[in-house]
């Protein structure tokens, strides 16, 4: 099992610092683990990005951390915890992540952002991170690509601020560059 470190400090790191730990953050290889499906974790994943177990929230945010690195999206669209030695259903209500918080440096097509997720984790937006929007009966969900398969639901107030960037920005149609990516904020 990978160690669960404590996240950085986001507010304190600048985005190549942040670009740096996103890339150093070495996660199991839970692609190359193919064990029998065994059952049912009992546990889920709430829109809010609250992790539950029995009924029963996970106050510890260093299981969740842990929990995180070893969660696989399957073929089907399902999730699962995998390790080498066993596979376990998970449900996921929305995105198994939420971007809670943006950083954003330089402007146009020099940009960067980056996000810090409710497990601490740090993704930069990119051609293999990308933005996108997907509109629903309740409005637009924006998210970010977390890795393969694996999604963060970007918190509303985070979405905001991406969409008051995008409108200071004046872009046809709106949208944000991020490390040489334009994502368009209109939903798909």
Known sequence: ???????????????????????DNRLPPVEKWNPAHCGDSFMRIASDGTWFHEGSPIGRLAMV????????????????????????SIAVDDAPFVAVEMKVEGEGRARRIAFRLNTGDLVVADAAHPL????????????????????ALIARPVYYEMVNLALDEGAD??????????FALDAQ
């Open 1 to 23: 099992m990978p160690e669960s470190t404590p996240p950085p400090d986001f507010a304190g790191l600048s985005l190549s610092d942040i670009a740096a730990f996103a890339a």
């Open 65 to 88: 951390r842990l929990f995180s690195t070893i969660l696989r999206r399957e073929p089907d669209g399902g999730y699962v915890l995998v390790t080498p030695a066993e596979k376990l």
């Open 132 to 151: 996108r929007i997907v509109e629903r009966d309740d409005g637009p969900h924006p998210y970010v690509t977390v890795r393969s398969g694996l999604d």
């Open 173 to 182: 149609p709106p949208g944000l560059w991020s490390e040489g990516s334009f």
